[in-house]
C-alpha cells in the first residue's frame, strides 16, 4: 500500500489523527505533499508530531506528560504494518548502522530510566539543620554570643550539635542499608545491527548493554530474557511472556507478531507489543525497538515516582505543633522582656533572661527526640525482617487507618498450585493426575507455572511414573490451538497421544468421554456437564484445562496437529494462586487494630473475590477498572469510601484511588511490588515493598520488607503507634511545663524585684529537664493506646497546654511565697536562695511531670514506666537536689539551701501529683482523649 494510500484511509485517520487531534484534510496533506519518497514520508509525520505535542516514538513534547497518551501511541503502532513501524522508528530488518545508532542515542538519549539521585553525606547533614526549632537555638545562640553571654550559647550550640548529630548519623546507616538492597547489575540484549565489511555493509548479531539499546534496534529475544525497552513483534515462536511486574497478572501472556486490530485502549493488552520491565518465559522473538528510557511505559512511570515527594501525614502533624510552639513563644517572649525592663529598669539583663525564656519555651530536643523514637523503631522493625528506608514512615505507620494492597504476592504466594483433578462426575480421579503428570514432564522447552504445579503436587506423594513410558514424539503449544500434545510408549508398545489446554480447545477435538471408567460417546449433554462444571471452578476462583487422549498403534513415530482429533475426554485439573497461610491471621489483627484494608489489583474478578474469601475479607462493594475510568475526582474519593476490593485497575487508578482517600481524612499505607505500584507506593503516606520487588518498586517505597508477610507489617503497626506515643508524650510534657513557667515567671516578674531565677540557671534547668527525657524513647505504651490509629492532631495540643500547664504555675507560686515569706529571701541581697529554691522545685516538678503524663493510668500503680526512664527521673533529680551544694552551682549563683526546705519541697511535690491526677481524670471525661 502506498503513504498516500496509507493515510487517506478512514482506518489510518481513526486510529492516529483523530487522537492527535488534526484535521483530516490538514493531516492528508502534510503526508502526501511530500510525494513518494519514504524519508519524505518521515517528514511529514514528523510536522504533525510537531503540531500535535505527540510522538509515537516515544519523544514527547510538553504537550504530552500522561502514561495515557503514551499508551495510545502504542496501541495505533501495534495496528501499523511492519513496513510502517519500520518507517516511523527509521529502521529496516537489517538493523542500524553506526552512524545511525549514534544518531539516534544523540536524538533519544541513553536507555536508562530516571533514579532517586543519591545525597552526599554533607547534603544530608545540612539537610537536618532544616529545623524551625533548631533554627530558632541558632538564633538565639547568636545573640547569646553577640551580647557577651557566653555561658548561654555554649549552653545552646551543644543542645543544636547534639540534637543534629543523633538525627543525622541515623539517617546514614538507614541509607546504607537501602543501598545494600539495590544491586545493581549490567544486563545485556542481542541485537542485530550492521558492520562495514570492506565496502559492503554486513549485518551481524552482537550482545550490547540495555543502556546502549536505542529507538530502530532489531531485537533477539529468547527464554529466559528482560525485554530491553517497549518493541513491536516482527516474528515469534511459541513466546510466552511474564508481566506481573507491569500488571499484577501471575500467570505469563501470549505474544505474537501478527497485527491483530484489537479493540482495547490499553496497550499493555496488545499481543504484538513487549515492554521494558518484561522477560520471556518461553519461546523466542525477533523486534523493533519502538521507545527507550524515559520514553518508555517503564520509564514514564519512573519519571512520575522520582523527584520530591508530597508531604506525609506526620510532616504536615510535625510542622504543624512546631510552629505552633514558635508562635506561642514569639507572643510570650516579648512581653516577658518588656515586664522586667518596665519593672526592674534594666533592660540588657531583661533581654537576656528574656532569651534564655525563649530557650525554654523552644522544645530544642524535639528533633533529637523524634529521631532517637524513629531510630529505636527501624532497630526494633529491623529484627523482624523489615527495613525502613524513610524513618518518618515509622509513624505514618501507626496513624495508617487504611492499607491498600496488592493482591498478587502480598495476599498471596505468587505462585501457582495444582488443587483438584476431577474426571467429569467432579469426582477426585488419580488417572488424571497421572495422565497430567505425563504430560507435563515429557514436554520440551521452559515449563510453565502449571506444568511445575503439576509436577509438584504429584510428586510430593507419588514415586515418578516417567522413567515407565518413552516418550515417541510432541505436539508443541500454540495459541491457535491452546494446548499441546505428548506421545508416550507404555510398556506394551502401544502409543499414548496425552492432550492438555483450554477446555473449550480440548473438547472440540473430543468425541468421546471417560464415564464411570469406560468410555461412551461425548454427547451434547455430556459435553453441558463437563461445561457445567469448568463454569463452577472458574467461578470459584479456580484456572482449569482439560485433559484427554487417546491410544494409538505402534507403527508410527512422528506425529502432528492433524493426530490431536477422536480424543477421549478424561477429565480437568484446577489450578489456584494461593493465599499466605499468615494471611487471614494478619488480616484479622489489622482489623483489631482499627487499619482497614483495601485490595487494588490488577487481576480479574472472580480470582480476587476467591481470594478475598480464602483470607476472610468480606467485600463491602467491588469496583472494577473501567467503573472509574471516566469519574471526577470527587466521584472516585466517594466510591474509594465505601468500596474495599478494586480489581483491573492500571498504575494511575491505583494512584488516584489512594489519593481520593487521603483527600477524604485517612491515612493510606500501599503494599506492592511490582512496576505497576510504583506511582501508588510513591502517593501513599507510608510505601511498604519487598526486597525481591522491581528497582522502581523499592526505589519508591519507604519501608521495605524482607519478607511477604502481613504479619510483620502488623507489628509494624504497633511498633509505629508506640514511636508516635512516646513523640507525643515529649511535645506534649514539653509544652505543658513550658506554658506553666511563662505564667510563673509573668508573675515573678510582676511583683519580684529582682529576676526569679537568672538566665544561665534556666538554660542549666532546661538542659537537665531534656536529659531527663532521652528515655522516652526506651517507655512503653499502655495496651489501651495501641489499638487504634493515631494522627496528630495539634489543636489537641493547644488545649492540653492550656488545661494542663497552669498547674505547674500554682505549685511555683506556692514555691514564691515559701521562699519569699518562710525563708526570707525578699530582697536583691537574699536572691540566690530564692534562686535556687525556684530552681531545685521547678526542675523535679518539670521531671515528675514525665510520669504524670506518659499514662492515663494513675503513676507508679496502675503504669510504670521502664527502667531507663525511672533511671534518668532519679539521676536528674539528684543532679538538680546537689548541684545548688557544689562550687559549680555557686559558679553559675545558686546558693546551698536550708535543710528546712526539703520537707516543704516534699509535701508541694506530692499534692503536686495528686492535683494533676485529679485535673487528668477530669480531662480524660470531658476529651475522651490524654496523649
Not at 490499553?266 to 518461553?282: D, K, Q
Not at 507404555?490 to 489446554?501: V, Y
Not at 482497614?596 to 462493594?621: A, F, H
Request: hydrophobic share 45%; glycine share 6%; with cysteine.
Amino acid at each position: 500500500m502506498s503513504h498516500q494510500k496509507l493515510v487517506r484511509s478512514p482506518w489510518f485517520f481513526s486510529c492516529v489523527f483523530k487522537d492527535l487531534k488534526l484535521k483530516k484534510p490538514e493531516a492528508v496533506d502534510v503526508l502526501c505533499n511530500y510525494g513518494g519518497r519514504l524519508s519524505s514520508f518521515r517528514e511529514g509525520w514528523t510536522k504533525i508530531v510537531n503540531r500535535s505535542g505527540v510522538n509515537p516514538m516515544g519523544r514527547r513534547t510538553e504537550k504530552s506528560n500522561s502514561s495515557t497518551i503514551l499508551l495510545q501511541r502504542l496501541s495505533q503502532i501495534a495496528d501499523l504494518t511492519i513496513n510502517d513501524a519500520f518507517a516511523l522508528v527509521k529502521s529496516r530488518a537489517a538493523g542500524l548502522t553506526s552512524d545511525e545508532v549514534e544518531q539516534h542515542q544523540q536524538e533519544f538519549g541513553k536507555n536508562v530510566i530516571a533514579q532517586e539521585q543519591k545525597r552526599h553525606w554533607t547534603v544530608m547533614l545540612l539537610a537536618n539543620f532544616k529545623n524551625p526549632f533548631i533554627g530558632v537555638l541558632i538564633i538565639l545562640g547568636l545573640v547569646s554570643y553577640f551580647t557577651d553571654d557566653l555561658k548561654a550559647s555554649v549552653v545552646v550550640s551543644i543542645m543544636v550539635l547534639v540534637s543534629v548529630g543523633m538525627r543525622f548519623l541515623q539517617e546514614y546507616r538507614s541509607s546504607k542499608e537501602a543501598e545494600a538492597l539495590r544491586a545493581m547489575v549490567k544486563t545485556t540484549a542481542t541485537v542485530t545491527r550492521q558492520e562495514l565489511v570492506g565496502e559492503l555493509l554486513s549485518s551481524k548479531k552482537m550482545e550490547i548493554v540495555f543502556e546502549d539499546v536505542v529507538p530502530g534496534d532489531i531485537i533477539h529475544l529468547s527464554a529466559g530474557d528482560m525485554v530491553p525497552a517497549d518493541v513491536r513483534l516482527l516474528s515469534s515462536k511459541d513466546l510466552f511472556v511474564s508481566e506481573s511486574a507491569l500488571t499484577g497478572e501471575s500467570l505469563p501472556v501470549e505474544k505474537m507478531a501478527q497485527s491483530q486490530h484489537q479493540v482495547t485502549v490499553n496497550a499493555l493488552e496488545r499481543s504484538n507489543l513487549c515492554f521494558l520491565g518484561t522477560n520471556v518465559l518461553s519461546g523466542s522473538a525477533l523486534a523493533v525497538v519502538l521507545s527507550t528510557g524515559e520514553n518508555t511505559f517503564f520509564g514514564n512511570l519512573a519519571k512520575s515516582v522520582v523527584g520530591h515527594r508530597s508531604l506525609t501525614a506526620f510532616d504536615i502533624g510535625v510542622n504543624k505543633v512546631s510552629w505552633l510552639l514558635i508562635r506561642f513563644m514569639l507572643v510570650m517572649v516579648p512581653i516577658v522582656f518588656v515586664i522586667n525592663g518596665v519593672m526592674k529598669g534594666n533592660w540588657q539583663e531583661a533581654f537576656l533572661f528574656a532569651i534564655a525564656v525563649a530557650v525554654g519555651l523552644t522544645p530544642e530536643m524535639l528533633p533529637m527526640i523524634v529521631t532517637a523514637n524513629l531510630a529505636k523503631g527501624a532497630v526494633m522493625m529491623s529484627k523482624k525482617k523489615v527495613v525502613v528506608k524513610s524513618l518518618n514512615s515509622i509513624q505514618n505507620l501507626g496513624a495508617m487507618d487504611v492499607l491498600c494492597t496488592d493482591k498478587t504476592g502480598t495476599l498471596t504466594q505468587d505462585r501457582i498450585i495444582l488443587e483438584e483433578h476431577l474426571n467429569i462426575e467432579g469426582n477426585e480421579d488419580h488417572r488424571v493426575l497421572k495422565y497430567g503428570y505425563l504430560n507435563s514432564y515429557h514436554q520440551t522447552g521452559l515449563k510453565n507455572l502449571m506444568d511445575r504445579a503439576i509436577l509438584n503436587h504429584y510428586e510430593m506423594a507419588h514415586e515418578s511414573q516417567a522413567t515407565h513410558y518413552e516418550k515417541i514424539d510432541e505436539v508443541p503449544f500454540d495459541f491457535v490451538r491452546r494446548r499441546m500434545s505428548v506421545v508416550v510408549k507404555k510398556r506394551d508398545n502401544s502409543h499414548s497421544l496425552i492432550c492438555k489446554g483450554a477446555v473449550e480447545e480440548v473438547l472440540g477435538v473430543c468425541d468421546r468421554v471417560e464415564l464411570e471408567r469406560t468410555t461412551v460417546e461425548l454427547t451434547p449433554e455430556l459435553r453441558e456437564k463437563v461445561l457445567r462444571l469448568v463454569d463452577e471452578k472458574n467461578a470459584a476462583g479456580s484456572r482449569v484445562v482439560a485433559l484427554a487422549y487417546k491410544v494409538l498403534p505402534p507403527d508410527q513415530f512422528n506425529y502432528s496437529v492433524s493426530h490431536e482429533c477422536n480424543l477421549i475426554l478424561m477429565g480437568i485439573m484446577a489450578f489456584l494462586d494461593p493465599p499466605k497461610e499468615t494471611a487471614a491471621e494478619a488480616l484479622k489483627l489489622l482489623r483489631e487494630s482499627g487499619v482497614e484494608v483495601k485490595i487494588l489489583t490488577g487481576d480479574n474478578e472472580v480470582i480476587t473475590r476467591r481470594v478475598c474469601k480464602e483470607v476472610g475479607l468480606t467485600i463491602s462493594n467491588l469496583v472494577q477498572g473501567k467503573d472509574i475510568q471516566e469519574k471526577t475526582d470527587a466521584e472516585i474519593a466517594e466510591i474509594a469510601e465505601h468500596s474495599n476490593v478494586f480489581t483491573k485497575l492500571t498504575p494511575t487508578q491505583k494512584s488516584q484511588i489512594i489519593k481520593s482517600l487521603q483527600n477524604k481524612g485517612h491515612t493510606v499505607g500501599f503494599l506492592g511490588d511490582g512496576i505497576n505500584d510504583a506511582p501508588a507506593l510513591r502517593q501513599a503516606d507510608v510505601g511498604i515493598s519487598v526486597d525481591s520487588a522491581t528497582d522502581i518498586a523499592r526505589e519508591s517505597a519507604d519501608i521495605i520488607l524482607l519478607e511477604k508477610s502481613l504479619l510483620v507489617l502488623e507489628s509494624g503497626v504497633i511498633k509505629g503507634r508506640e514511636v508516635y506515643g512516646n513523640i507525643v508524650k515529649y511535645i506534649k510534657m514539653t509544652a505543658s511545663s513550658n506554658f506553666g513557667n511563662v505564667f510563673s515567671v509573668l508573675i515573678a516578674s510582676a511583683f519580684i524585684p529582682f529576676l526569679p531565677m537568672l538566665s544561665i540557671h534556666l538554660l542549666i534547668q532546661n538542659l537537665l529537664y531534656d536529659f531527663s527525657q532521652i528515655a522516652i524513647p526506651w517507655d512503653t505504651m499502655d495496651r489501651e493506646f495501641l489499638i487504634k490509629p493515631r494522627r496528630w492532631e495539634p489543636s489537641g495540643i493547644a488545649t492540653f497546654m492550656i488545661f494542663i500547664g497552669p498547674i505547674s504555675s500554682i505549685f511555683d507560686i506556692i514555691t514564691f511565697v515559701l521562699m519569699w515569706q518562710v525563708f526570707k529571701a525578699n530582697s536583691a541581697e537574699s536572691q540566690a536562695i530564692f534562686q535556687s529554691g525556684w530552681f531545685i522545685e521547678g526542675l523535679l516538678s518539670q521531671t515528675l511531670i514525665v510520669h504524670m503524663i506518659r499514662t492515663q493510668k494513675i503513676p507508679f500503680i496502675q503504669s510504670s514506666a521502664t527502667a531507663p526512664v525511672l533511671f534518668t527521673t532519679v539521676l536528674v533529680m539528684l543532679a538538680g537536689i546537689l548541684l545548688p551544694f557544689t562550687p559549680v552551682g555557686h559558679s553559675i549563683g545558686l546558693v546551698s539551701l536550708p535543710w528546712a526546705y526539703f520537707p516543704w519541697l516534699i509535701g508541694i511535690l506530692l499534692t503536686y501529683c495528686v492535683l494533676t491526677q485529679i485535673v487528668k481524670t477530669w480531662y480524660i471525661k470531658k476529651f475522651v482523649t490524654w496523649l
